[in-house]
């Protein structure tokens, strides 16, 4: 064997030993590593609340369909199967009374889970309508847990924020389990063009 054959061989067992290296068993992942790959992207944090009713006169939040024969009622807003579709406020401030309204959240939830841990689906573009960001949106599609504190993942956006990618730390400063109506704050973080 030539010494550069046995270099060709050298570095296939290499790359080979790698390959296999990266698999570790018993588990669905392998592991993560750093890109240091360039980048132009801005990252802006946004911080409004999410006003979400179901209750009074003038919901923002309906409810479209449901499984036959499920009760969608008080103490009972979303059993499983239950889809609501939504035009909610977003404000500066918590009190949706007297804070500037500087966008809304037009989308559709789904009650995903058949079990006790109740889970909504979330999929939503959150357009604001002042401002720095007047016009442009970003798109939300997530898991929701129904937990005080929780991340829904930005998956795209619109206008300014083109390419969006990020995330948004959800904090239910008010939530009422009877009639389901819930003001969350929100903090965004927003990686984009
Ligand atoms: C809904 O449930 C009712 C009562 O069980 C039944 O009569 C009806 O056929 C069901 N409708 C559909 C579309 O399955
Ligand atoms: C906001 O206004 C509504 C209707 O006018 C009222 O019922 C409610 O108590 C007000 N909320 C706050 C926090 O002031
Ligand atoms: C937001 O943009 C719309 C459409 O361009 C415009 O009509 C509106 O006046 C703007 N609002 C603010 C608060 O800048
Ligand atoms: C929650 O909603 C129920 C049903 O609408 C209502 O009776 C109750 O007063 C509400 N609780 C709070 C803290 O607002
Ligand atoms: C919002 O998120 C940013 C970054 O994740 C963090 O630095 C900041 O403290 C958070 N602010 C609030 C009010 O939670």
Do not use: Q
Not at 48 to 54: A, I, P, Q, S, V
């Amino acid at each position: 064997m030539s010494r550069m054959e046995a270099r060709i061989i050298f570095a296939w067992l290499l790359v080979l030993s790698n390959a296999i290296s990266t698999v570790v068993n018993g588990t669905y992942f392998s592991d993560s590593h750093i890109i240091n790959a360039p980048t132009t992207m801005k990252k802006t944090h946004l911080h409004f609340f999410f006003h979400d009713m179901l209750s009074g006169d003038n919901p923002s939040s309906v409810l479209v369909a449901k499984p036959n024969g499920t009760v969608v009622e008080e103490g009972n807003v979303g059993p499983f199967g239950a889809v609501y579709v939504f035009d909610d406020p977003l404000t500066e401030g918590a009190d949706l009374n007297s804070s500037e309204v500087i966008g809304n959240a037009r989308g559709l939830y789904a009650s995903t889970s058949r079990g006790s841990d109740l889970t909504l689906l979330l999929s939503a573009d959150f357009e604001f309508t002042s401002g720095e960001f007047n016009g442009s949106s970003i798109s939300v599609f997530s898991r929701d847990p129904l937990v005080v504190e929780k991340e829904v993942a930005v998956v795209g956006g619109r206008g300014k924020f083109r390419m969006a990618k990020g995330f948004i730390i959800l904090n239910a400063i008010y939530l009422n389990v009877t009639n389901g109506d819930a003001i969350l704050e929100c903090n965004a973080t927003i990686f984009h063009e």
